[in-house]
């Protein structure tokens, strides 16, 4: 089985050993953290930077609450749900592309918003460039026209959801809205980027502005780790 080992976010998190999203064939032993499987108990990866590392896209306020009441909970939740069950035994990709009712939407929510933290930075907001600027060129018209395009469809998601970037095993890139906890893995497709348009994932700062929230995104994605991402998505 391909291992798939996403490094997430910056020195800082590798060096505290926080990896997302693990397949291992059976047989293959590792310890139970984040620098290997990730079976039950799950448990939720640090973040990659200070609380208040994200101003002025998130207040320390909103982070704080964003990751450690709401992606805590789902984590909670999860080892509550499969604790000695058969689902014990899957790793948190497996829960996410094979899970069903509330295994599955804390599951995805636990790993939706670990990729989330990963998918910005402190130091983000830069340009892409090389092999994924120019496929966003190729599938989008340009990065202008790249985040017209997510943004609009991130804003329009009805009610609680995720704005996803994804690739197919061809480096074709796909936006892909999405309700409640839904993942691009389910479609087969490797995420590359999301925003979290949940209103708790913006409340406290924006209040109910959806559009202003997204706009302010850009502004600190990590687009290192959007192209590591996509560079595995073609692996
Ligand atoms: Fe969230």
Redesign the pocket.
């Known amino acids: 089985m391909q291992r798939r080992e996403f490094v997430v976010g910056s020195l800082a998190a590798a060096s505290a050993g926080a990896y997302l999203g693990n397949n291992l064939s059976a047989g293959e032993s590792q310890p139970n953290t984040h620098t290997g499987v990730a079976k039950m108990p799950f448990e939720q990866p640090p973040l990659p930077y200070p609380m208040d590392g994200l101003k002025p896209l998130f207040s320390e306020e909103q982070v704080s609450f964003?990751y450690g009441k709401?992606?805590a909970a789902y984590y909670k939740n999860l080892n509550g749900l499969v604790e000695g069950k058969p689902e014990a035994q899957l790793s948190l990709d497996e829960l996410v592309v094979k899970g069903a009712g509330a295994v599955f939407n804390n599951a995805a929510?636990a790993w939706?918003?670990t990729f989330?933290w990963n998918c910005l930075s402190p130091n983000g907001g830069r340009e892409p460039n090389g092999e994924l600027l120019a496929a966003i060129v190729r599938d989008f018209g340009g990065m202008t026209e790249f985040r017209k395009l997510f943004t609009d469809a991130s804003v329009k998601v009805f009610g609680s959801g995720w704005g996803w970037l994804a690739s197919d095993k061809q480096g074709k890139l796909e936006i892909i809205p999405a309700g409640n906890a839904d993942n691009p893995l389910r479609l087969g497709k490797e995420p590359l980027l999301t925003v979290?348009v949940?209103e708790?994932?913006y409340y406290i700062d924006y209040r109910n502005e959806r559009a202003r929230f997204v706009e302010n995104f850009w502004t600190k994605v990590n687009w290192e780790f959007v192209a590591q991402c996509y560079a595995k998505a073609k692996a």
Do not use: M
Request: proline fraction near 0%.
């Open positions: 964003h709401h992606h929510q939706n918003h989330f979290d949940w708790h994932a």
